[in-house]
């Protein structure tokens, strides 16, 4: 069975500062990996996703996340933090032939202080 | 382009009082439908998914419904609210091969008094 752990459930960062929010995953299959962004009172947007083409994934807003198969992470990073980056972020794993069987992380909550 | 449309955004509801959550997707066939649950400052809890008409499968057993009438039209139902049924819920669709992400609806804020 496919899992996703996300360390850290509130991570905060200054202004201009790197992000980096963890997602390690379980799969018993080559996975498909997904981040999502949460404003509140909003559903998820999809930030990005990695099927199985190039390891270091760009996505919307200037994030991107890199695929390490060895290390089965899956981290989400920003060079600068801007304060609408404020928001809760979602790792999630699907598995390639199970359409319905998407697995979400609990979430990190990130908070920008200016 | 596809969307997702999820009424209403926001519904306080009695204790005993029946329920009708209405998700319909526009630009796609044959997706794939999502109920979840979201309770405050928690993560996701899928109650719901659904691969074609009338084909639904629980992932939480509880006093909640759903069906799939038409193809793009998901319906999450309850004869009798209950405290905990509060929380923020979020429909989605995929489409039908594996690999695909889920895009969601706004969500519907349900409050039970």
């Known amino acids: 069975a496919q899992s996703v752990t996300q360390l850290g459930s509130h991570v905060s960062v200054s202004e201009g500062a790197l992000v980096l929010l963890r997602c390690n995953y379980s799969s018993s299959v080559p996975p498909y990996l997904f981040w999502y962004v949460q404003y509140p009172n909003q559903g998820l947007q999809l930030l990005l996703k990695?099927?199985?083409?190039?390891?270091l994934v760009k996505g919307i807003n200037g994030f991107e996340a890199e695929f390490k198969k060895s290390e089965t992470s899956f981290h989400l990073t920003k060079p600068s933090a801007h304060m609408s980056d404020a928001a809760e972020y979602f790792c999630a794993v699907s598995e390639a032939n199970y359409g319905q069987n998407f697995v979400f992380g609990p979430g990190t909550r990130l908070s920008v202080l200016p | 382009s596809q969307t997702i449309h999820q009424w209403p955004a926001t519904l306080v509801q009695p204790v005993g009082s029946p329920l009708s959550l209405e998700c319909t997707v526009e630009g796609t066939s044959n997706p794939n439908l999502y109920w979840y649950r979201q309770a405050a400052g928690r993560g996701l809890q899928l109650l719901f998914y659904?691969?074609?008409?009338?084909?639904i499968s629980s992932e939480v057993p509880q006093n909640l419904s759903a069906s799939r009438p038409q193809d793009r039209q998901f319906i999450l139902s309850s004869k009798k609210l209950l405290l905990s049924d509060s929380g923020f819920y979020l429909c989605?669709?995929?489409?039908?091969?594996?690999?695909?992400?889920?895009?969601f609806g706004d969500g519907t804020r349900l409050s039970i008094l």
């Open positions: 990695y099927t199985s083409a190039a390891t």
């Open positions: 989605a669709w995929s489409g039908d091969r594996g690999g695909q992400p889920q895009h």
């Open positions: 659904s691969v074609g008409i009338g084909q």
